[in-house]
């Protein structure tokens, strides 16, 4: 593939983008809409990873007034773009604001202090692009001042702005640039929400709560120097906790219709992306695993996903789709769900994963305060953040809701082991009464206590799904169980004999060995499903590792499992 453009993996920077030989999927229209559509400030929230920063940047390098900043021809690097035949908008527009773009990425810590500091950095950081205005004839001595103060460190390299200075600090930067540019400033805030989420989870929300709200208000109510400004998150924080007084405010969501197109690529942009890099024929797979978001009526496919799966082909080291999202964050939010769910929850979430939807009122606007407060909002912000996609709503406004692709759905699964597995644990009990009966050979009891796990835990009977996927996931419960036995050699899929069998487990103190082989019972033929398991045990010799290991009683287990029942066999 000489001569292609390369794959933008990471590249959240437009100028790079644009000047590294990268490909581009054009979403400048978001410019033009921007502009036909004015609002004083404006909100997009949006999942991670559907190119939220990408965009903040390409703003920033339309509109920002290069030669004091840095030298740089916009016109250029929008040369060719949808943009660039918007003539009249770009004489106007191009190149002519004052630009303050930040993000709040990294303005987190363990504790409030810490927290204030890295704002401190942040916000001083990106005042020190414009240190033209210490030397600017458009301020006074007294203005110079001000700026110097933002920009103020000491020996140890940290921010020295007082607690005053950064609440109105914003407000104070663009005061300067509007007077030594005599032009209304832009403002751009990306990730505007994630300092409240690390304040939340780390116990100083309310603090955190007040500064936010008191530097935006200032920024963006009480500011005369602000031309407009651009916010992305993740959640649409209530307007009562930071955005208090502001009238001229307008929010876009997964839910609008109006920028539908400009976060994530359509189905259009796929599949001209897979052309150009030879990858048309896997176009189904890239369906099935990155495509599924409602973005007002229109299908979008995660980029992120999409970009990676795209250069790991170019390089060989994939040929079927991976999971890129789940490597993004810690999923945290499915296991709180998981944690707080009921048993009309749990068969809500077995639904889902099953391929079905599940109707509930999408509460937008929250604080986080409320996120914990009711399991309907933990609903609201599995759809708010990507974990659900809108399939439909009702004439009352409720959602009609799904996971939205295989991606989606595998991370669910992970998730739901590994919480069954911590719930299996804390009843010591039933999982003493599952080890005796393995180890002496009792079916009867091992069919009692397996079903009992099986119904307490959430499963796979998609008819979507391959049956060796289904296979999989009881294969999975069992795993999470014997996880928990202590003195149990456990292997899976280990080689023995002539194949691989599903799982072995060495009990060595009391020279035990088992092996077992799961199968899926189609349409509830267990006797069938335990005898195939049974003879491809002893067709494979699956014992003959145990053997070699010294274990003197073997017991040879096949297991048949549909829905929340099974059948144990042994032989």
């Known amino acids: 593939m000489a001569g292609k453009a390369k794959l933008p993996m990471g590249i959240e920077n437009f100028m790079e983008m644009r000047t590294g030989g990268f490909y581009y999927v054009d979403k400048t229209g978001l410019i033009k809409t921007l502009l036909e559509n004015p609002g004083k400030v404006i909100l997009f929230t949006r999942p991670r990873r559907f190119g939220k920063t990408l965009n903040m940047s390409m703003l920033r390098y339309f509109f920002e007034a290069g030669s004091d900043v840095m030298p740089f021809d916009n016109s250029k690097i929008f040369d060719g773009l949808e943009i660039s035949k918007e003539e009249e908008l770009c004489r106007e527009y191009m190149g002519k604001f004052p630009v303050i773009s930040i ?6 810590g363990t504790n409030y202090e810490e927290a204030k500091e890295m704002l401190r950095y942040v916000i001083g950081t990106e005042a020190m692009r414009f240190q033209f205005l210490m030397q600017s004839e458009c301020l006074t001595e007294m203005e110079r001042r001000r700026y110097e103060a933002l920009i103020s460190i000491d020996k140890g390299g940290d921010y020295t702005m007082s607690d005053a200075l950064l609440k109105s600090s914003l407000q104070t930067l663009s005061q300067l640039l509007q007077k030594h540019y ?41 500011n005369n120097s602000l031309k ?19 009238n001229n405010f307008k929010v876009y969501t997964v839910k609008d219709v109006r920028y539908k197109e400009y976060f994530g690529f359509t189905d259009a942009e796929v599949r001209q992306m897979l052309e150009y890099y030879g990858f048309s024929d896997q176009y189904d797979a890239v369906k099935e695993w990155y495509d599924g978001y409602m973005f007002g009526n ?10 990676n799966y795209c250069g790991d082909l170019r390089d060989g080291s994939v040929t079927e789709p991976q999971n890129y999202w789940v490597n993004t964050s810690s999923n945290d939010i499915i296991r709180r769900f998981l944690s707080r769910a009921d048993a009309t929850a749990k068969d809500e979430i077995e639904r889902l994963i099953n391929g079905g939807h599940v109707k509930k009122m999408v509460h937008q606007e929250l604080t986080y305060r409320d996120l914990d407060s009711d399991i309907d909002n933990l609903w609201s912000i599995l759809f708010t953040t990507g974990y659900l996609t809108q399939a ?15 991606e989606i759905r595998w991370i669910y699964v992970q998730q739901i082991r590994k919480w ?21 050979n009792d079916t009867a009891a091992i069919e009692k206590e397996f079903a009992f796990y099986l119904r307490k835990t959430i499963s796979i009977r998609d008819t979507s799904v391959r049956k060796e996927m289904k296979e999989n996931f009881y294969h999975g419960v069992l795993l999470g169980l014997f996880g928990n036995m202590d003195g149990w050699k456990v292997k899976s899929n280990a080689e023995s004999g002539d194949g691989y069998s599903d799982i072995s487990v060495e009990v060595e103190d009391q020279e035990i060995g088992i092996v077992i082989e799961l199968k899926y019972a189609e349409n509830a033929a267990f006797d ?17 590792a145990l053997a070699d290991d010294g274990m003197t009683t ?13 059948r144990v066999v042994s032989g």
Request: proline share 2%.
């Open 103 to 108: 993000t709040l990425k990294g303005a987190t």
């Open 182 to 222: 005599g032009q209304d400033v832009i403002m751009l805030i990306d990730e505007y929400d994630v300092p409240l989420d690390y304040a939340y989870r780390s116990g100083y929300y309310d603090a955190m709560v007040e500064l936010i709200r008191v530097l935006f208000g200032n920024a963006f109510k009480t």
């Open 228 to 246: 407009f400004a651009v916010l992305t998150g993740c959640l649409r924080i209530s307007r009562e906790s930071i955005f208090t007084g502001l």
């Open 298 to 307: 229109l299908g979008i496919y995660c980029p992120w996903d999409v970009i």
């Open 392 to 406: 439909g709503e009702d004439e009352e406004g409720i959602s009609s809701l799904a996971i939205p692709n295989r």
């Open 420 to 440: 069954f597995k911590d719930e299996s644990r804390k009843d010591t009990r039933k999982l003493e009464n599952l080890r005796r009966a393995f180890e002496e």
């Open 528 to 544: 069938n499903a335990c005898k195939e398991a049974l003879e491809q045990i002893h067709d494979n010799h699956y014992e003959e």
């Open 554 to 566: 073997i017991y040879r287990y096949g297991i048949a499992c549909y829905k929340k029942r099974c």
